[in-house]
């Protein structure tokens, strides 16, 4: 089994990296703490699965996993996060994501994880199970404004509330600081704010935090 860890902690991933090893002594474990070395070992050699986490310091997880399975849709991908499943593991799924794990979980959860999406499956927990049933179920439910984004948008949203400046948004994901701050403008149009200040405040309340 060759599975790459995409985390930006090297004490992070030596933990995961044990406890693949445990499972599978034969298995070949990749590293990488950033998206740009993570992309580049995805191009350069043959991955049966990634280990993904949501937080890294070149672009967001989300926006690595759009990426990732724009150029290699079949490999498939195991998210592990810091971030309760509550409002991230839905948008990882949607994009590709084979399973969300939280980081809080014990060993035993990730290798399960692992298990059923090497043979094709999905892997979610029964709680998070039964919010997507029961978002299906309960389509009048109101939505939050921040449903209302795209992934790039809520990309700027997050970065936004990161505290990060137009120019450093621009920077980190490759655009034109006037193309971020359209971005900023729909963001504020689309959740019915006015301030940067007011986003900042959602993001925080709303538990979305890089």
């Excluded at 992070?12 to 070395?37: C, P, S």
């Excluded at 991908?77 to 994009?95: G, K, N």
């Excluded at 137009?166 to 006037?178: F, G, P, R, T």
Aim: aromatic share 4%; charged share 25%.
């Amino acid at each position: 089994m060759r599975v790459l860890c995409v985390d930006d902690h090297a004490i992070f991933r030596q933990g995961v990296k044990q406890i693949l090893l445990h499972y599978d002594r034969q298995a070949k474990i990749g590293e990488a703490a950033t998206a740009d070395a993570a992309m580049q070992l995805l191009r350069e050699s043959r991955w049966d699965i990634v280990i993904l986490d949501l937080s890294l310091p070149d672009r967001s997880g989300l926006q690595l996993l759009t990426d990732l399975k724009r150029e290699q849709p079949d490999v498939p991908v195991v998210v592990l996060s810091m971030h309760a499943e509550d409002e991230y593991a839905l948008r990882a799924l949607r994009i590709g994501a084979s399973g969300y794990v939280t980081k809080e979980s014990a060993p035993e959860e990730l290798i399960a994880a692992i298990q059923k999406v090497m043979r094709g499956g999905r892997y979610m927990t029964p709680t998070l199970a039964e919010k997507i049933a029961f978002s299906y179920a309960s389509p009048s439910t109101p939505e939050k404004p921040h449903h209302a984004l795209s992934e790039r948008e809520m990309e700027i949203l997050q970065l936004i509330g990161a505290g990060k400046s137009l120019k450093e948004i621009a920077a980190m994901l490759s655009l034109s600081v006037k193309s971020v701050g359209t971005y900023r403008a729909r963001v504020l149009e689309k959740m019915t704010m006015h301030t940067n200040a007011d986003l900042i405040r959602y993001v925080v309340e709303n538990n979305l935090r890089l």
